[in-house]
Each structure stands twice: as C-alpha cells, then as structure tokens.
C-alpha cells in the first residue's frame, strides 16, 4: 500500500526557518523523481521544487530560488524540503508527489507575524 505522510509545518514568523518532510513507503522510492508542490485557496497548485531519483538533478520554482532546498535520504525512502527566509506568500498546503505513484494529504506552513 502506497503511502506519503507530511510533516514540519506549522506557524512561522517572515524570515523564519521550517523543515518539511515526506515519508513514503510501498513502492521503490529511489526508483522516482520526487515533487513537492503547494496550494492556497488563492493560488493555482504550483510545483515548489523537484529531486532527481538519486538527487543528481535539482529544479525550483522562480519564487522560491535560494530560499528552499529539496533533498531525500533513499535509504529512509524520505523527502525533504528545507524552507528559509520565509515570507507571507509562502503560505500554503505543502505535499509531495510522485507521479503516477501518489500524493499525501499535506502540511500546512502559515507565514504570519
């Protein structure tokens, strides 16, 4: 059973740090491109970041370039995605992907003063 469990949101104030991560499991995670995407009720789904399946190939999103680092442990079958400088319009519903394989429900970052 394919599964993606999201963690490490939360409340931050701009210009603070938050550490997402995806656990998965039921499929060859190393096998897999990973995506992490997010969503706001304001905004269409955007694709924050992906990671090549052995980390060799890294692409971001314009709006977050320097500020958010993708990476994975394959050995956990774990995604990661290091968030600094954070500002307002960062907040969203963060989840990773893997196409044609699954999608988890999510973690909510609220950037807010």
């Known amino acids: 059973q394919v599964q993606f469990v999201e963690s490490g949101g939360g409340l931050v104030q701009p210009g603070g740090s938050l550490r997402l991560s995806c656990v998965t499991s039921?499929?060859?995670?190393?096998?897999?491109?990973i995506n992490w995407y997010r969503q706001s009720p304001q905004k269409e789904r955007e694709l924050v970041a992906a990671i090549s399946s052995f980390g060799e190939n890294t692409i971001y999103a314009d709006s977050v370039k320097g500020r958010f680092t993708i990476s994975r442990d394959n050995a956990k079958s774990t995604a990661y995605l290091q968030m600094d400088n954070l500002k307002p319009q960062d907040t969203a519903v963060y989840y990773c992907?893997?196409?044609?394989?699954?999608r988890g429900q999510g973690t909510l970052v609220t950037v807010s003063s």
């Open positions: 039921g499929f060859t995670f190393s096998s897999y491109a």
């Open positions: 992907d893997v196409a044609r394989v699954g």
